[in-house]
């Protein structure tokens, strides 16, 4: 059976509910099918330490604060879930959870949206899919032939998992110090973190609200035709909250230059020597989830989809939210996404309406 509606969000995590809410401001027809079998997108996977980098004032999606988790200056992901829960709720928004898009497809004036619970045809479509369900890990050699535990980001849930092993920590961004200090401050883990350079901590008094108020000024500088001065990576990689702070400080968490290649049991470096490790997790970052789109033919360089703002430039009717700085200043953060939202669904109204 096919369904009719004037915009399709696919995705219901915290960028399809930011634009689900100026959809909704925007008197438009739509639904938010979204894969995940119950609400807060990717947060209901995250690992069991994971705190915001934010206070929950700062981390907030549009139209209502997020309250304060009592006890934590900056709240963990259950907490985050609970909210997102609670603003899917609060607004009444058409989500329809357990519901996989496979497939977007061009027809005349229209877009069909295939999903698994049946067909839609909409005027528009966001696509608010992130990158969690594409974990990236690096061609490293050696690494089918190792006979340890391997796991990414997605996979780690607690240090109690490793109690009594030799664990490596592959990558030098958020994830792997945060899971590395995870790791070293539990004792009885024997840590080893590796990164391709020499980690950058930001100043201890920098936290999420800084980050997005630089990313923005980037994008405005270099919307203007200035040059980008270096913007994040000019003060650092990694937000040295608590636990990695902690960490540091005790001594625990030191980088190594990236091994040369894994082995049966373990990894080789630059020097010859040898570190037996019974697991490693690769915190090696993410792609984006656009497999759906691919009838569309729109991807570009590194497998991105080129774009002005959030519209696609190869399919006006296409928006892409929520996917990083491509589609807007840290737009992959709650306290990012609510602009480029507003401006998606404005734009969709601007053309739905003529």
């Not at 119950?38 to 604060?65: C, I, K, T, V, Y």
């Not at 109690?163 to 401050?185: C, E, F, H, K, P």
């Not at 002005?308 to 430039?313: E, I, S, V």
């Amino acid at each position: 059976m096919t369904q009719h509606t004037d915009v399709v969000v696919v995705g219901g995590g915290q960028a399809g509910l930011a634009a689900g809410y100026h959809l909704r401001r925007r008197r438009l027809d739509h639904v938010i099918l979204d894969a995940g079998t119950a609400p807060g997108g990717s947060w209901q996977h995250m690992w069991d330490s994971l705190h915001l980098f934010s206070p929950a004032e700062h981390s907030s999606l549009p139209g209502r604060l997020m309250p304060a988790q009592v006890g934590e200056a900056h709240p963990d992901a259950g907490h985050v879930v609970d909210y997102l829960t609670d603003y899917e709720k609060r607004y009444d928004l058409p989500v329809r959870h357990g519901t996989r898009v496979d497939a977007v497809r061009r027809d005349a004036d229209r877009l069909l949206v295939e999903a698994d619970t049946g067909t839609w045809r909409a005027r528009a479509v966001i696509s608010a899919t992130g990158t969690w369900t594409r974990p990236f890990l690096p061609a490293v050699p050696g690494r089918s032939v190792f006979t340890g535990r391997r796991l990414h980001t997605v996979d780690y849930r607690c240090p109690a998992d490793f109690t009594g092993q030799r664990v490596i920590v592959v990558g030098g961004g958020n994830s792997g110090a945060q899971i590395a200090a995870d790791l070293a401050l539990h004792g009885g883990v024997e840590v080893t973190w590796a990164t391709r350079r020499p980690p950058r901590f930001l100043p201890d008094d920098i936290d999420g609200r800084a980050l997005f108020d630089v990313a923005t000024a980037r994008r405005r500088a270099l919307e203007a035709g200035r040059g980008d001065t270096g913007g994040v990576a000019s003060l650092g990689d990694i937000v040295a909250v608590p636990p990695v702070r902690a960490a540091r400080d005790a001594g625990l968490l030191h980088a190594k230059p990236m091994f040369s290649r894994l082995t049966a049991d373990g990894a080789l470096w630059a020097d010859d020597s040898h570190t037996a490790a019974d697991a490693v997790v690769w915190c090696t970052g993410f792609r984006p989830a656009l497999s759906h789109l691919s009838p569309l033919n729109l991807r570009g360089p590194r497998g991105h989809i080129p774009t002005d703002g959030t519209r696609a430039l190869g399919e006006p009717r296409l928006h892409l939210l929520g996917h990083g700085d491509w589609t807007g200043p840290a737009s992959a953060t709650l306290i990012g996404v609510g602009r480029p939202a507003r401006d998606a669904a404005g734009e969709i109204a601007h053309l739905l309406r003529g």
